[in-house]
């Protein structure tokens, strides 16, 4: 099928989609999706068919203009030529339903018919049939029942029998979407608005799998904040609205196009959003990075990736992509015993690389300590002490290990790069691999290593110390030393002082963006 887009702010010429069978509007809170979904639908002229689910559960008081061929105008239709089967449902749930029944009447109806005539004809299939089917396949402990011209359900933790008002606004939301399909016109544009709502993820992407499949005759209009279900639509072409003039009544848009280095579900997010992004090391859910960066940096879009490769290759790749989206983004990775060359390197790659081994020693900060004993009303300067004397000494007790560490990462790092080139032959490459120990000189690096960690040592150097420092166990010695039962408890109380505005939490987040040389 063919869309001819809306027009544009810029004045260029709308882009024209042609071959498209799948189309997602996406774009950030108050930038013009519906409106731009209204000017599709004038667009497309006939072949428009909207749904909202939850337009039809709850009705906006402001009703939109009924389209030809919607439920609305066939509802309206079948009171008016059946006067003696009036129907006075209120919203467009209940109305689907009971055009659904007066199909089946009259389907049943034809078949009495033509067997009363003596003809042979098959017993009908019904839309209802269908619906009921791909309803109970997706809730299999639900059955719907036809009585007494009603649409009656069961399950099987009850033995009474209930009409729709008792089912969750889920299985109503199904029920309607798979409905609403089955009765669009033939060769229809098909406008979604929120199809994820109501609906759990677990069931929604192969939900709207099956519909689909079920009206290959139809294109899909999607008007959605889930970025998750944007990225699951397989022959998708994805237009990321950025702002509407209503006075031009045009949009300022893109058909996005995402990298192959880039997942297609982070890609959308960002250009949902009018801040720049921060891609983070961790997930959502338990890495300490994704609760803390977003109330240092509020004025950016915090999104984890997972490993720290992955923030650089993610930072890179949206980079590349600079001219199309025009949304600044950097990263952070721990420092992790990187190199002052290899710090450098990622800073001029809009990677940030704080000065702290790993993201814990954040909350080992001087500031942060200050701010938090001040917060628990303890002695901020003695507590402080206790503090660095135990960090330091700790250190001291495993230099040689750590020394160690630091020696192995720069070994791998450095043999990475040097293999990484061209050779002739085999016996080159031998040859060179030969020369790599007395050219890499771990044993000079060790003891140059060791000099400087005893030099931090002997000076009570605790930032420097923090910076080359990986031990995760150090961060709940610390909180027992500030007076807290467990990491945890240290950790919630830094993030919530972060999360208010007063003096204290200013003074903690200035004293972590230092940390970064912003």
């Not at 950030?28 to 002229?45: H, P, T, V, W, Y």
């Not at 294109?219 to 397989?234: G, K, L, P, Q």
């Not at 990677?351 to 909350?363: H, S």
């Not at 002997?458 to 995760?472: E, I, Q, R, S, T």
Request: aromatic share 8%; charged share 25%; net charge negative.
């Amino acid at each position: 099928m063919e869309l001819k887009l809306p027009p544009r702010i810029d004045g260029a010429t709308p882009e024209v989609l042609t071959d498209v069978r799948q189309v997602t509007v996406i774009g950030a809170n108050g930038s013009g999706k519906s409106r731009f979904c209204d000017a599709l639908i004038n667009e497309l002229g006939g072949k428009a068919y909207r749904i909202s689910a939850l337009r039809a559960l709850y009705p906006a008081r402001r009703q939109r203009e009924i389209l030809p061929g919607s439920i609305d105008d066939m509802f309206q239709h079948i009171n008016e030529n059946h006067p003696h089967l009036v129907n006075d449902a209120n919203n467009e749930f209940d109305k689907l339903s009971y055009i659904m029944l007066i199909d089946e009447f009259r389907e049943l109806m034809g078949y009495k018919t033509h067997r009363l005539m003596n003809e042979t004809v098959d017993f009908p299939k019904t839309r209802l049939d269908m619906v009921v089917k791909m309803w109970q396949e997706v809730f299999p402990k639900n059955k719907i029942l036809r009585e007494n011209g009603k649409l009656m359900f069961s399950n099987d933790a009850a033995d009474d029998k209930f009409t729709a008002i008792r089912l969750s606004d889920g299985e109503k939301a199904v029920l309607y979407h798979i409905a609403a399909v089955l009765y669009a016109m033939p060769g229809a544009a098909i406008i979604v608005d929120d199809p994820e709502v109501f609906i759990h993820h677990s069931t929604m992407v192969t939900l709207w799998n099956v519909i689909e499949e079920m009206r290959p005759d139809c294109m899909f209009i999607y008007n959605t904040h889930d970025v998750e279900f944007a990225s699951s639509r397989v022959d998708n072409r994805c237009v990321w609205v950025k702002a509407f003039d209503p006075a031009r009544k045009a949009w300022d848009y893109e058909v996005a196009t995402s990298s192959h280095n880039l997942d297609d579900a982070i890609y959308y997010d960002i250009l949902g959003s009018r801040k720049p992004v921060l891609f983070i090391e961790g997930d959502e859910e338990h890495s300490i990075d994704s609760k803390l960066y977003p109330l240092i940096f509020p004025d950016h879009v915090v999104k984890p990736v997972g490993s720290c490769n992955k923030v650089i290759e993610v930072v890179r790749s949206f980079g590349d992509m600079h001219a199309f989206h025009h949304i600044d983004c950097r990263g952070i990775v721990d420092r992790d015993r990187r190199g002052e060359q290899e710090v450098t390197y990622l800073r001029q790659k809009n990677v940030l690389v704080p000065n702290v081994a790993e993201v814990e020693n954040i909350f080992l900060l001087e500031a942060v300590v200050r701010g938090v004993c001040r917060y628990k009303h303890r002695n901020e300067a003695l507590v402080l002490n206790q503090v660095k004397r135990h960090v330091i000494n700790t250190f001291e007790a495993q230099l040689k290990q750590q020394a160690l560490q630091h020696v192995r990462h720069r070994v791998k790092h450095d043999v990475e790069v040097r293999i990484d080139m061209k050779f002739k032959s085999i016996n080159a490459l031998e040859d060179h691999m030969l020369d790599l120990v007395n050219e890499l000189n771990p044993r000079g690096f060790y003891d140059q290593v060791c000099r400087d960690f005893h030099t931090m040592v002997h000076h009570n150097d605790y930032a420097g110390v923090l910076k080359v420092f990986n031990h995760k166990p150090l961060l709940g010695e610390v909180a027992t030393l500030c007076g807290f039962h467990s990491k945890e408890d240290y950790i919630k109380t830094t993030l919530n002082i972060l999360k208010s505005d007063g003096p204290l939490s200013r003074s903690i987040r200035a004293g972590i963006l230092e940390i970064f040389e912003l």
